[in-house]
């Protein structure tokens, strides 16, 4: 496994959209998302393609590679923020140049629809990915990172902390439609934390990702190795408890739960539509007959704030009563 180094103050962060072309149609909240990485001390490149649009896609798969490619190779860039996830990273997967990425390891920061890169890239390369702020939704948010994100994304691939979780204060559900709406921070709501389901003890690699992303790589070469690992799964506001229900239940079918040491699962937005103990009996249902811890609601995914998880370094989950801990036990940088 490869970790890649840890950013400094100064350092070059490059910018692409390898899946949706949303950061050219709202060129106000790109604009918000570097004038943030820039107050936080970076200097920002935006790959020449960053702002294509194809149909859904940002650029042809050709433009959206050389962006990648580009960027991994430029020696000045030290990591690599996506502008946000969409439905078409997949596309990439067998036109990118793994020798190229592994020979010149550095940051992959993004969630949602990322995913696809962050395992595909993982799985052939061994390079540690991170699931987590993306520049639209997170860097491009009024008024810059909420405090809790930023405090994450400095602590892990600045400081390169062992994180041990512990719950925001508070999220935010509220939707405000980008560059026409989003002139004000938007409304929080207080957190209760995370809810245990099963209890239990776990070590294991961290395995993050867009579930529903995840799974459309099920029978090719992309798909991770989940053996020992704690997967931590999360899923966009346009799913519906009926398509959450069904994705966990092919997880089953594929054999995942006998593989793996310990589940986490991301807050889900209010859109997705869970009754009150919903998700938790659908997870009851599908991880019946295993032992293995399983917790809900902890921040990352499609909610804000959230926390970096990098994929492949090694971590630890407890659950006892309502007690949780979930805790780095590697350096998630270098």
């Known amino acids: 496994m490869t970790i890649p180094t840890r950013l400094h103050i100064g350092d070059?962060?490059?910018?692409c959209s390898p899946s949706s072309p949303?950061?050219?149609?709202?060129?106000?909240?790109?604009?918000?998302?570097?004038?943030?990485?820039?107050?936080?001390?970076?200097?920002v490149k935006?790959?020449?393609?960053t702002l294509k649009v194809n149909e859904y896609m940002a650029g042809t798969v050709d433009e959206r590679v050389e962006d990648l490619h580009n960027l991994f190779a430029d020696q000045e860039v030290k990591a690599v923020i996506t502008t946000i996830g969409g439905t078409c990273s997949h596309q990439l997967l067998e036109h990118l140049d793994y020798e190229l990425i592994k020979n010149n390891p550095?940051?992959?920061?993004?969630?949602s629809d990322i995913t696809a890169l962050h395992l595909a890239i993982y799985q052939r390369t061994g390079l540690t990915t991170?699931?987590?702020?993306?520049?639209?939704?997170?860097?491009g948010e009024y008024g810059g990172l909420l405090s809790y994100t930023k405090d994450h994304f400095i602590q892990t691939l600045i400081q390169g902390e062992r994180i041990?979780?512990?719950?925001?204060?508070?999220?935010?559900?509220?939707?405000?439609?980008?560059?026409?709406?989003?002139?004000?921070?938007?409304e929080q709501r207080g957190n209760q934390g995370?809810?245990?389901?099963?209890?239990?003890?776990?070590?294991?690699k961290i395995i993050a990702v867009n579930m529903g992303t995840m799974l459309l790589l099920a029978g090719t070469s992309y798909f991770p190795d989940l053996d020992g690992a704690i997967l931590c799964i999360e899923d966009d506001p346009e799913e519906t408890p009926s398509s959450i229900d069904r994705y966990l239940t092919q997880l089953g079918h594929m054999g995942v739960y006998s593989k793996i040491n310990g589940l986490i699962v991301g807050r889900f937005h209010d859109n997705v539509g869970f009754k009150e103990s919903q998700l938790e009996d659908i997870l009851?249902?599908?991880?019946?007959?295993?032992?293995?811890?399983?917790?809900?609601?902890?921040?990352?995914?499609?909610t804000d704030p959230m926390f970096i998880l990098p994929n492949g370094i090694k971590a630890k989950l407890t659950v006892h009563g309502k007690e949780i801990g979930f805790s780095l036990m590697g350096d998630p940088v270098i």
């Open 46 to 49: 935006v790959a020449p393609n």
């Open 130 to 139: 991170y699931l987590g702020p993306a520049v639209l939704p997170q860097f």
């Open 22 to 43: 949303v950061a050219a149609h709202c060129p106000k909240r790109l604009k918000r998302g570097i004038e943030e990485l820039k107050r936080l001390g970076f200097n």
């Open 106 to 111: 550095k940051i992959l920061l993004g969630y």
């Open 194 to 204: 995370p809810r245990a389901v099963m209890e239990g003890e776990a070590e294991g």
């Open 284 to 302: 009851l249902r599908v991880t019946k007959g295993y032992n293995f811890p399983v917790v809900t609601d902890l921040d990352f995914g499609h």
């Open 164 to 186: 041990e979780y512990s719950p925001s204060s508070a999220y935010v559900m509220e939707h405000l439609w980008w560059d026409e709406e989003d002139n004000r921070p938007r």
């Open 12 to 15: 070059t962060i490059g910018i």
